[in-house]
């Protein structure tokens, strides 16, 4: 297998999902190691959404980790999910903790995390919440800063949707873009793993979250992912997760060249985005006499029929022109939205 495969300044954090025996983390550790992975990941305490399930191995398998840093001198990152998690993996000198989705959902638990760690500033991430809920995710991250806590990064692992998809989790782009505007020096990781739930999709999760700038890769691997006692669908071997890793492209930083070459088409952009915005301007004074018509009238604001028939032929003109008919519908649903409330608010103050 190949060894030091990992470049200079790539933040990546690897390991199983669950730390299963003494044997098993340190085949793990070892062949990371080789690679130049400087933390191991493990579950010592698993959430799992139904009960009956491998809930981890608990304190031994600090144990385990330990004598796997001893040998290789890698890192140690784990999950708490409570105080006595907090306790038990200080006293052990574990490195780095995260805080799992399940429980960055709870703001109680996370409280109770974050008074756990008063007074030791040890690194702690943040995996975004179960649910699409940005404000969960950014409150966990301000209940560890008022702890005191500095060295905070988020690590986003998808979200859960209830429309159908190959992936087990969402990725839903624009909440960690959203996130990276309001906290700008938060480091932000992906989780491709779990995103993708299967072994066949991580590489190109994993690529696409390069490509929006992550800031460093946490995956699932196991020496041998079939037998895993949790996620062993979504889990990598070892040789897999090299692959991976030399087939990553990495994006080097912007330079002026790139953006005078860009420039010309970016003003194109910004020339049509302004009469984007001058058009729905044109199209709020037609809804505001339409308004008017239906006040007078004593018509209902809202004809959802005609709205449906609209959004239908829009989608089609659009996917015929190669845009995704999804994306126009939902440029609409906005429009049509604001064009609604615009309606209302003028009937409550005539
Ligand atoms: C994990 O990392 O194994 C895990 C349980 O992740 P999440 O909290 O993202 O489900
Ligand atoms: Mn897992």
Redesign the pocket.
Known sequence: MNEYIIPPGFKVIAGP??AESAGQVMECAEALSKMGVEIL?A?VW??RTRPGGFEGAGMQALEWLCQAREKTGMKLAI?VAGTAHVEAALKADIDIL?I?????TSPFAVQEIAEALKGCDIPVMV??P?SPDLNLWTGAIERLERAGISRISA?H??FSDIQESVLR?APQWEIPIELRRRMPSLPILC?P??MAGQRGLVSTIAQMALDMNADGL?V?VHPNPDKAL??SRQQLTPHEFAEMVSSLRQHRAIEETDSACLAPKRNELDALDEQLVDILAKRMDIVREIGEYKQMNNLAVLQSDRYQNVSDKLAAIAAAKGISGQFIRSIFETIHAESIRYQLEKNKTQ
């Not at 799992?100 to 960055?104: F, I, S, V």
């Open positions: 999902c669950s990941r579950g698993k959430p999950e995260w799992g989705a399940r429980t960055t995996k975004n179960i690590i692992r998808g989790y989780d793993s779990h946490m699932e949790s996620d």
